[in-house]
């Protein structure tokens, strides 16, 4: 069995928490330089300029790259060998969000959804646990913010709509979801499990890096058929026209029950900020 200190694991989440929400990551940089030199239209090109002049001042001043810091969204992987000492891991890790969001003055947007009275820490962090072999601790954050979580949703579709109308439902739901979420987005669409579990993990797909490729290489074609098709729309940065609605599109596919035709789609706007650690 391997000890991890509960203060290594604050430690790890709080840096997590400020570092997100102030460096644009380097995937996410780079689709912006590209859809920058792609666009025609002089609107779309300003919009992501500055978007990456914005990320350079986030990095240089420490300050968010968005006002909207989210919620507090975890995707732990625990080692069956690993031993927490110090706490309970879900109070650990929310312990580290209070010092992340306190000390990187980030905005606390946690609420209770009668009175919209604020937690006044940003949390309870959104946590989703799972078990793996071995003797490590795996930490993924990922600060998600209302605008475009607003806009995401979960359908249950017929099993013979299958394929094309797994499509037609992500390009409406992009099509009406519009200027909202702040494109160009990331587009991330579970297929397969539960109600609750295509949810789940449609938005753990959007961990993935922008220029990965799906290793199914009939799912990889299926992303990049619907990441073309939804640039078709037209909607382009913040809505005001061009090439680029999204900057991507991940899928995580899974068995379902054979009546069932689970479907997720999770919208992330630019603003995909997300870091990870080992421990
Ligand atoms: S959708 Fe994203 S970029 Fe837009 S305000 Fe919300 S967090 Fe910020």
Known sequence: MRTIQAKDIIEAVASMCIKANTELPDDVRAKFEQAMA??????????????????DLAAETKLPLCQDTGLAVF???IGEDVVVEGGNLKEIINEGVR????DGFLRKSSCDPFTRANTGDNTPAIIHFDI????????????????AENMSRVTMLAPAQGWEGIKKYVINRVAEAGP?????????????????HAARISKKALL???DDTHPDPQIAAMEKELEEDINQLGIGPMGL?????VLGVKMAVEPCHLASLPLAVNVQCHSQRHEEVEL
């Open 99 to 102: 010092r992340g969001y306190g």
């Open 75 to 77: 995707f732990v992987e």
């Open 132 to 147: 793996v072999p071995g003797d490590r601790l795996k930490i993924s954050y990922m600060a998600k913010g209302g605008g």
């Open 38 to 55: 792609e666009e025609d239209s002089p609107s779309a090109k300003e919009v992501l300029r500055q978007l990456l002049e914005n990320a």
């Open 241 to 245: 026209g061009g090439k680029t609605t």
């Open 208 to 210: 993935r890096r922008l």
């Open 180 to 196: 909202n979420p702040c494109p160009p987005t990331i587009i991330g669409i579970g297929i397969g499990g539960t109600f609750d």
